[in-house]
């Protein structure tokens, strides 16, 4: 299933919305597709996800959708925080197999943009967290992929160790990096440590 092709869009970014103070708190704008499309993000969210996650050290990941239904997100963080990571899995790619990653939190506000063509997964990094993400294409279990979370090719380093890891059965059967045949093409550009907007 995982065998299509398709020319890779933008590399991932921290985007920086813009907050608001006053005495009652604050406010945000945390979507504006006319300024996300002026620092050069224009995907079409179609799809709002939520996750909630009771315990520190839940991963979900490492997920992504094939093409005809591939996704860009933009992941944003309602409660609590995460450890948020995106793996390149462009084929032909220069930094193939490799990652990045921040720190979100509902505090900080920071939001990731996962561009099609990156694996996303995030680990939760306290008690009670709530995270929420658009998708640029819906749900398809038809096109729906994933990486071993904790592949040694990728060898990201995890804040918990994998005992103490809660994980899905599904996420705990996807399998290694080296047995994915990508359907990304590399545009040239290649993943480096992620790089920050504000809008």
């Not at 006053?22 to 079409?44: K, L, M, Y």
């Amino acid at each position: 299933m995982c065998v299509d092709s398709m020319r890779s869009p933008a590399l991932p970014r921290i985007i920086a919305p813009k907050r608001y103070v006053d005495d009652r708190g604050w406010f945000s704008e945390t979507f504006h597709e006319e300024r996300w499309r002026d620092i050069g993000i224009t995907s079409r969210f179609v799809q709002d996800n939520q996750s909630s996650s009771k315990r520190a050290g839940t991963l979900r990941g490492l997920h992504f959708q094939v093409p005809p239904a591939a996704q860009a997100k933009l992941v944003s963080v309602v409660r609590g925080r995460i450890l948020d990571v995106v793996v390149d899995i462009r084929r032909g790619s220069a930094t193939f197999g490799r990652h990045a990653f921040v720190e979100l939190s509902a505090e900080s506000g920071l939001q990731v943009y996962v561009p099609e063509g990156f694996a996303h997964g995030f680990v939760t990094l306290e008690d009670e967290v709530v995270v929420m993400y658009k998708t640029s294409a819906f749900y398809s279990p038809a096109h729906d992929c994933g990486i071993f979370w904790n592949d040694p090719d990728i060898a990201f380093p995890w804040p918990f160790k994998e005992s103490e890891v809660i994980v899905s059965d599904k996420d705990r059967r996807l399998p290694p990096l080296r047995d994915f045949v990508s359907p990304f093409a590399y545009d040239g550009n290649p993943l480096a440590a992620l790089s920050k907007s504000s809008v």
